[in-house]
């Protein structure tokens, strides 16, 4: 039922008058009754009624808002009170309505107070009714309609629901309407009805699109994660034909470009770090004969850079500035001392072979310093009567200093010198007018000097016609009486090497991209024996290795070529080393043992390269150690000694020099084949078991006299045996053939004291049984003993051990070796954390195990793991990351079993014994450090990652990151 304000120029449909303070709550709950009752769903009110407090708006004039308002309505609703009746405001509105309206258009609700009507008078009755204001008295002509609310003070809530309120107000609303009550009931149930659909029909569309939305939602969700999971696939099976390819360029590199080869293998498992890739990276490590990398300062000018004989320090000199590296560790440097040169410009820098001294030749001056402490140097006093120098060189168990110092012409000096007291040096000799004066060498025995020039002299005719008159070339002197230098012959041309192998009978020069090999014998003129080519570049250094049958060249390419010389006739080319980012080669030195070289380029970067060929471990020698076979070995804890168990006898040998170990003494008194070995916490005891129940102890304080301090008879023949880190315990073990119940394992507990042993308790395994090694865990805490119905002792109380009965391993039949650090058992192809006394589950277990047969040992920081294997090798499994180990490194396979494996306490070597009787040393080169941190070894070696550029080539598509910082 519409209103009909708009069609009549209404605005309002009643302009509802009260008193405020009589009806603050009855005026607003009647205002939203009116305005709801009988709305049609589509618009959003019934009637439109003007209340002050809610449609007011703000004005300068309340009283003409108010009269505008009240000629824009069509009824007037009159909330009658007492207070209304005595209201000025009421008062006005009435007489304004009186005045413009029909008294048909005013309605009234009491809300307090009476009203009564005078039938007689026909107005109301003025001493009864208290409800009305005056103006009213007297307008009716009949008795208005009015409907009663005075009842709804004393209810707390007003609303529509309230059926009394509802039918009041009702009774109004129709009045205003104009329709009768029955027909708004009826509009009112039609709307309800109308409004009951629609909402149902709203309901039903928000379910359906809620629904619908759901659906589609799901299905927008679920293509989203399909093409999430295909994004994700594409960028893997991206990321993995990425990685692929990375590992393929890394490969293919190696030989030629071992920095960058490295950096791809270092990219490929930075992208994904998997076993396949970590494996990989470690194998580009291992294989690549590159070992590091360090850049040097930034320095102008003529630059001039040396090594010390042992590669492990580097000089640099420049005109001011002379400094000091310590260079030993590969791919790192360390300043050590900066020095004030002699005046002028620097024109060579030599060290002593000790390298204890130190000289520098300068156009102006020359210095020597003592270097036994390089870090403290002691200036020495300078050559008497010398003053500008151009090269020098030491000989003679560096007693002797040659000189020399180059002029125009042929007038150029030799000069020998007495350093053998360093504090009071002398000269011993000269020559002068020699024209080979720029550059100077003395062999080792100082009975040979050559010294050298590049300069060509020429001359120029009347006609213009220029003739070479002296060109480059080398002269050897005689200086076994160093006295009187003999000069003994000349060769040309000359470019920049000269270098004498240790024993001095061989020499190395140069010239352009050709060195030269010639035979040095005192008294004669050097012989010229071969030619070494290969190079790019100009040849600019040359090196022989401490035997004197290895050497590198290094030429201005940045590439070098490792030679052998074992027949310096017919050398042998042992490969290139190429390195791009190197620039000119300034000088080359290989470390004492012969195993790496180190160069220094013209930007002073020092690379440092392996001289093994092929990938490591590599054997460092081997000795015979018994006729017959070598069942276990042992390393003591300081690393100097080994020991082997052979047939019936043990040997110790001093492998402080891992390349040339020494047999120190032979134990005997077993009466059996021995069987294991093993030294004591603090190195002093030794025991030895054997096949005929026989343990005897040492003490093996004096290495080359141990002396036997105790014989143990064991139940039966001992399989293994070891010392507590932290007491003076001793368990062995073995097994007793029984004759109707198969063999019978047994264990016992020693307790050794003043190289004395004592039974404290012995153990019988369970039948059917077959002991392996034990081990004590490094704290002691824990005794590993493996073998059915054995597994962990817990040993925190020697004289009482606790059985751990419910450990996993209880039922195993094979070694055991526990981890110095990172708390790791390994039983068999199992590897456990330790947490306390108590095991986990398999961290890992080792996939395709070796062929057993012999002992297992973890590597001193544990990232290793070294299983002996019947087939004649040992495999060495990188276990860095556990959950990617894989088998790091096998070593060569030998015709007889490896039975034992062990590694020295500096963990840089693997010892093995076997079926061939044989001791062996391995180098491990940098598996180690490979299998602690791959990546920050390979930062190390490569000296950075792939920049910007390489990444975008080899790895396009992938954000680019610095894998290095």
Known sequence: MPSTHQADGYVYDAFLSYSHGADAQTAPAVHRALSRLAKPWNRPRALRIFRDQSSLEAGPDLWATIEAKLGASRHLVLLASPQAARSRWVGREIAHWKQHREPGTLLIVL?????????????????????????????FEAEPLWVDLTWARSETELVLGHARFRRDVGTLAAALHGVSKDALDSEEARQHARTVGVRRGLTWGMAFFLVASLVFGIMAQVRG????????????????????????????????????????????????PTTETRAAL???????????????????????????????????????????????????RRLLHRLTPPRGDIKDVTFSRDGRTLFVAATKGHALWDISSPGTPRALPALPGA??????????????????????????RLDLWDVAGPDRPRRLGSVTGIYDAAEVRMSPDGRTVVSATGKL???????????????????????????????????????????????????ISSNTRTAYVWRIRPGHAPQLLSKLRGHRGVVNAAAFGPDGTAAVTFDGSGGAVRWDLSRPGTPRARGKLLDGELGSGEDVAFTPDGRQIQEVDSRGTVASWRMDSGPGPWQRAEAAADPVGVAAVAVSPDGRTAATAG??????????????????????????LMTDVAFSADGRYLAGGDSASRVILWDASERRHPRRTATLRTRGPVASLAFSPHSPL??????????????????????????????????????????????????????????????????????????????????????????????????????????????????????????????????????LLAEADDRGTAVLWDIGDLQRAHIAGKLPSLDESVD?????????TLLTGGGDGRLRLWDLGPLPAAARDPKRLACEVAGGSLDRTQWLLHAPGLAYRDLCR
């Open 900 to 908: 034992d494996v062990a590694f020295t306490p500096d963990g840089r």
């Open 387 to 412: 003053t500008g120098l151009d090269g020098g060189g030491f000989g003679d168990g560096d007693r002797t200093l040659a000189t020399v110092r180059d002029g125009k012409g042929s007038s150029g």
């Open 225 to 272: 994660d399909e093409a999430e999971r295909r994004r994700k696939e594409a960028d893997g099976q991206r990321r993995l034909a990425t990685v692929r390819a990375l590992l393929a360029e890394s490969q293919s590199r190696l030989a030629d470009d071992p920095r960058t080869a490295v950096r791809l293998g270092l990219t490929a498992y930075s992208v994904r």
């Open 111 to 139: 809300t307090s107070g009476a009203i009564h009507w005078d039938h007689a008078a026909g107005n109301f009755d003025r001493t009864r009714t208290t409800a009305l204001p005056p103006e009213l008295y007297g307008w």
């Open 282 to 332: 470690v194998d580009v490590l291992r294989r690549t004969p590159y070992a590091g990398t360090s850049q040097g300062p930034d320095e102008s000018g003529m630059v001039v850079r040396r090594f010390s004989d042992d590669a492990g320090v580097l000089a640099t000199a420049e005109e001011g500035k002379l400094t000091l590296w310590d260079v030993s560790q590969p791919g790192r």
């Open 647 to 672: 047939a019936r006898a043990l040997v110790l040998w001093d492998i402080t020099d891992p390349d040339r170990p020494r047999q120190l003494s032979t134990l005997r008194g077993f009466s059996g």
């Open 730 to 863: 001793l368990v062995t073990s073995g097994n007793e053939p029984m004759l109707t119940q198969g063999i019978e394992g047994w264990a016992t507990l020693w307790n050794v004291k003043g190289g004395r042993a004592v039974e404290s308790r012995s153990y019988t395994l369970k039948s059917f049984t077959h002991a392996g090694a034990v081990s004590f865990s490094p704290d002691g805490r824990l005794l590993a003993l493996p073998g059915a119905g054995s597994g962990l002792f817990d040993m925190r109380d020697p004289g009482r051990p606790r059985h751990l009965k419910w450990d996993p391993v209880a039922v195993l039949q094979q070694d055991t070796a526990f981890s110095v650090k990172r708390g790791l058992l390994a039983v068999g192809e199992s590897i456990y954390r330790v947490n306390g006394t108590s095991l986990s589950d398999p961290a890992v277990t080792l996939t395709d195990p070796p062929e057993r047969g012999g002992h297992t040992a973890f590597h001193p920081e544990s990232n």
């Open 457 to 507: 002299m020429v001359e120029e005719a009347d006609s213009g016609k220029v003739t070479i008159e002296h060109g480059s070339g080398m002269t050897a002197w005689d200086t076994s009486d160093p006295t009187r230098p003999r000069r003994m012959g000349r060769d040309t041309p000359w470019g920049g090497v000269l270098d004498f192998s240790p024993d001095g009978r061989t020499l």
